[in-house]
């Protein structure tokens, strides 16, 4: 069955992104896909191509400063390196799927029933067009909280020095080698107190389970369990 897009109600959808909009418009171009443009040309609604172009603009900036002035010792080979590590579609994805946006997006009838609000790409790219928009909306600082906040968890793991070995970027390269692979890392439980919480994430492709794992963070148990998925295609990148 097709998931129909929800209305999108701007208090619920503010929770979602811990932000407010002057111009509701931004807003909802923001996540108005082509395909919806496309086939309601009469409603005269502008898609998020633009936005996107220019959130992916914004983030590289946001993100590339951060790593300049936290670490002032790496070189600029390790700066980029962390920074494409988090700058990436299946980053960007998950991060847009802990706010849902996908339950908001306004796609057309076949991108719909093909499985487009959980499509990783269209996630990506709908997560970098919210950035643009509140860019827009309120400017550089707005847009910066905003993408700091969301990334908190990848931008630690570049301190704990994960970046290295990006186990869900491997796996999102080798998983869709053969077509355009749906990957999906749930959150299986949660052990302990706030201070001391640990998370247990499956990961899984298409409709498999490949790996589970666990860590402090939900990025760390991600990796490990992306790490262990590797193990279903005879690879790692150790």
């Known amino acids: ?48 191509e633009r936005l996107e172009f220019l959130g992916d603009a914004v983030l590289d900036l946001i993100i590339s400063d951060y790593l300049f002035r ?7 080979g390790e700066l980029t390196k962390a920074r494409a590590t988090i700058v990436c579609e299946p980053t960007l994805a998950a991060r847009a799927g802990e706010i849902n946006l996908g339950d908001y997006l306004r796609l057309g009838r076949g991108e719909a029933s093909s ?14 067009a919210i950035i643009g928009a509140i860019y827009l909306d309120q400017g550089f600082p707005a847009a910066s909280q905003f993408v700091l906040t969301r990334l908190h968890d990848d931008l630690s793991s570049v301190e704990r020095g994960e970046y290295t070995k990006d186990h869900k970027t491997l796996l999102q390269e ?23 919480k640990v998370f247990e994430v499956a990961v899984i492709v298409n409709t498999d389970r490949l790996g ?15 790490r262990q998925a590797l193990q279903h295609y005879n690879l790692t990148d150790d």
């Open 1 to 48: 069955m097709t998931r129909q897009s929800k209305h999108l109600n701007f208090a619920t959808i503010y929770r979602q992104l811990g932000t407010t909009f002057n111009d509701t418009g931004l807003l909802q171009q923001a996540l108005t896909h082509t395909s919806y443009a496309n086939e309601n040309k009469r409603e005269s609604m502008p898609h998020n």
């Open 70 to 76: 936290r670490y002032p010792d790496l070189p600029e």
């Open 115 to 128: 499985g487009g609000r959980d499509r990783i790409s269209i996630l990506a790219d709908t997560f970098e």
């Open 174 to 196: 080798i998983a869709q080698r053969g077509g355009d692979a749906k990957i999906v890392y749930e959150v299986t439980a949660e052990i302990g107190p706030d201070h001391d």
């Open 212 to 226: 589970n794992g666990s860590g402090k963070s939900k990025k760390e148990a991600e990796q490990q369990a992306a």
